[in-house]
């Protein structure tokens, strides 16, 4: 039992070490004399414990997370994995159905207009209709890394320059709306059509070879489709296009333009998930697999390996055709800017938070990746606002909620290298990789 | 009458070194042929010829009377020709059952409705494959590992499934590669039995094998390869006492 819990016990006791000489003593240095005086000062207790409480909050999520995991992936993994016997049952991935529903039903359909005073209390003010432009954002992020994830993680294909095919599927929107009068609904089937034909070509010539070709091929097709769209007339260059019809989901059933591209992401979400969740619970799916553990093996045992990498290949960048039309027809805008080398790090960065090889662990991680940075920027503001929390945060922690909200890429940055080093398989790896780290 | 495996004088060269010289094969089906060498003689070459991992420089490899050089691997093992890895090379995060699934692909529909909307038709077929898989499991004897990962296994076990693993194809024509290496004799002994067991299936058996008990035992015609030249061929008997033989595996004798 002690075991257990020993990390949280040792970090307590961590936390107090650190904190004990400046909470509960009072450090004054006397400088003329170069002698340190300490005092007895109890009254700054208060802060230990606000901090204290934040360390019980943070490791108690933890615990739930660890608890969560090994619940639904690990033990049942270790039960039933991978017959897949009962595989076509609706429940298989029930969990997996629950959170895209949680985020997507059940949330939105719990807002009001000004936001929810429970919420709004608990530091959550921008869960609000108002908000839904950020989920509809965490919607597209999640699909992207649905999307890569069927050829970083599954096929084991590193790939740079996914965001080329976003911008390259939001492109084929905006060029069709002004040239061919394209409704966006047409679009849809249209760019993943042509995005998966593009990665098809793309694919071609490197994925018969052996090694990270695909990387630099990818790379370089999104630098240089970001350079084309800059410079041709057609493309607008540097400014991108405006959609004629900027509010392209306005008057649909009487709803807003925000609240039809919110459903229009959740729907194609949902559509990108099931896809791939059906290919990955098949023979195909184990193909992927089996390429990504031992390329020479699988095609031995009759997996004809270049056409499963470019059917792997093909749908992550029709994937991302998809979302780019999504995006397009939301924002009304399209620009060179969306197919920057950051964004296809981004989305790389969470499919590996997530966990590679399992597409829960790809929502996970863009949903993480997200929102913690947005969190942590209105965390500070968010503080002062709400009377309830300012009055409990003590002073120090608001200073360092502060801190964090400046530096939170560079808190980023750090928890990346963390997870590398602690938990390379990602938050929710895939069972597999699990066991054989506990063999290791 | 053709035979079912029949090479054509391959050849395989690396640079400067010529790895397989016009080695000539004849397999029938129900037999188990051996092919034995020093190490480096260019065993592991002609497997990776055979399967479809090389091409062969010259010459050409028959199956069925098909021209089968030059294919691709996946091809090679549609037509019915399955193998094992002298360094084992299972799938090792995936469980020993879905081991033997991967080799089930090119008997698995793919089209894309059925797989998608995992309609009945699909949902059989896939508890077929279990049901499949499940007895190759027990044919090598690894029921009880079914769930197991498969990297976890004991490196014996690993060997069988790597077998079970290439029976799943449902080839006609097994290569062995190295089944034997690193056994103890009791392995060895159950080793020989389930490559019998394989032979009494119908299937013909090509064995590579540094335990000479194991080629003695269970080879209806032995191959002996040197530096990539084939220097002798006959059934065990002719070959153990084959003076050629005898000279590559100990050397000559020092005459003054």
């Given at each position: 039992m002690i075991s257990r819990y020993r990390p949280y016990i040792l970090g307590l006791l961590g936390v107090f070490a650190i904190t004990f000489p400046f909470l509960w003593l009072q450090l004054a240095p006397n400088f003329?004399?170069?002698?340190?005086?300490?005092?007895?000062?109890?009254q700054h207790a208060g802060e230990f414990f606000g901090n204290l409480s934040t360390v019980f909050v943070v490791g108690f999520l933890i615990w739930v997370g660890i608890r969560l995991n090994r619940h639904f992936a690990w033990d049942k993994a270790l039960a039933q994995n991978p017959a897949w016997q009962k595989i076509g049952t609706f429940w298989d991935d029930y969990w997996g159905w629950i959170a895209v529903a949680v985020l997507f039903l059940i949330l939105p359909a719990s807002l009001r207009p000004n936001g929810n005073e429970t919420l709004r209390s608990l530091g959550l003010p921008w869960i609000s209709t108002s908000s839904l432009g950020l989920f509809t954002f965490v919607g597209l992020y999640m699909i992207l890394a649905v999307g890569l994830n069927i050829t970083v993680g599954m096929t084991g294909l590193l790939v740079l320059g996914y965001a080329g095919f976003y911008a390259f599927g939001a492109y084929v929107f905006a060029l069709g709306q002004e040239h061919f009068y394209f409704p966006?609904?047409?679009?849809?089937?249209?760019a993943f059509v042509l995005g998966g034909g593009m990665g098809y070509l793309l694919g071609l010539p490197c994925l018969r070879l052996r090694g990270d070709y695909l990387a630099i091929v990818t790379l370089g097709f999104a630098e240089a489709f970001r350079e084309i769209m800059r410079n041709l007339d057609i493309t607008g260059g540097d400014k991108g296009i405006v959609l004629k019809d900027s509010s392209i989901f306005q008057g649909f059933w009487g709803l807003s333009n925000q609240q039809v591209g919110y459903a229009v992401t959740a729907l194609t979400l949902i559509f990108a998930v099931f896809l791939i969740q059906r290919l990955y619970h098949s023979p195909i799916g184990r193909a992927w697999i089996a390429i990504r553990e031992n390329e020479v093996a699988a095609a031995a045992m009759g997996v004809p390996v270049v056409q499963m990498k470019l059917l792997a290949f093909s749908l992550s960048a029709a994937v991302a055709a998809i979302a780019g039309v999504v995006y397009g027809a939301k924002d009304g805008f399209v620009s060179p800017a969306m197919c920057e080398f950051q964004q296809s790090i981004m989305i790389l960065a969470m499919v590996i938070l997530g966990g590679l090889g399992n597409s829960y662990g790809a929502l996970l991680g863009a949903a993480l990746l997200y929102m913690v940075p947005e969190y942590l920027k209105a965390l500070?503001?968010?503080?002062?606002?709400?009377?309830?929390?300012?009055?409990?945060t003590p002073h120090f922690v608001r200073q360092s909620f502060e801190a964090l909200s400046d530096y939170r890429w560079l808190l980023f940055g750090a928890v990346m290298v963390i997870m590398m080093l602690y938990r390379p398989q990602g938050l929710l790896g895939t069972a597999r990789r699990k066991i054989e780290m506990l063999n290791r | 009458m053709t035979p079912l495996l029949e090479t054509r004088s391959i050849s395989k060269t690396f640079g400067g070194l010529k790895a397989v010289q016009k080695v000539d094969l004849r397999v029938e089906a129900n037999r188990v042929v051996s092919v034995i060498g020093p190490n480096g003689a260019g065993k592991t070459t002609f497997f990776n010829c055979l399967s479809g991992i090389y091409r062969p420089e010259s010459g050409s490899i028959?199956?069925?009377?098909?021209?089968i050089t030059g294919r691709q691997p996946h091809q090679v093992c549609r037509r019915g020709v399955a193998r094992t890895f002298q360094n084992i090379r299972l799938f090792p995060e995936m469980s020993v059952l879905e081991n033997i699934l991967v080799a089930q692909f090119q008997h698995r529909s793919l089209s894309p409705f059925p797989l998608l909307a995992h309609s009945k038709k699909f949902r059989t077929e896939e508890n077929a494959s279990c049901e499949e898989a499940r007895e190759f499991l027990e044919f090598v004897g690894l029921t009880k590992y079914a769930d197991a990962v498969s990297g976890s296994l004991a490196y014996g076990l690993q060997r069988r499934l790597e077998i079970a693993r290439a029976l799943a194809t449902r080839p006609r024509l097994l290569l062995l590669d190295e089944p034997a290496a690193g056994m103890n004799p009791q392995e060895t002994v159950e080793m020989i039995q389930l490559i019998s067991n394989i032979r009494n299936r119908g299937l013909a058996i090509i064995l590579i094998e540094h335990h000479m008990k194991v080629v003695m035992t269970i080879s209806d015609e032995i191959l002996v390869l040197d530096h990539g030249i084939p220097i002798a061929h006959g059934t065990p008997e002719k070959v153990r006492n084959d003076p050629v033989v005898i000279k590559a595996y100990l050397g000559e004798e020092i005459t003054e």
């Open positions: 003329t004399n170069n002698t340190v005086g300490i005092t007895w000062a109890p966006w609904w047409l679009a849809g089937p249209v500070p503001s968010t503080i002062q606002k709400s009377p309830f929390l300012s009055d409990i | 028959l199956l069925d009377g098909h021209d």
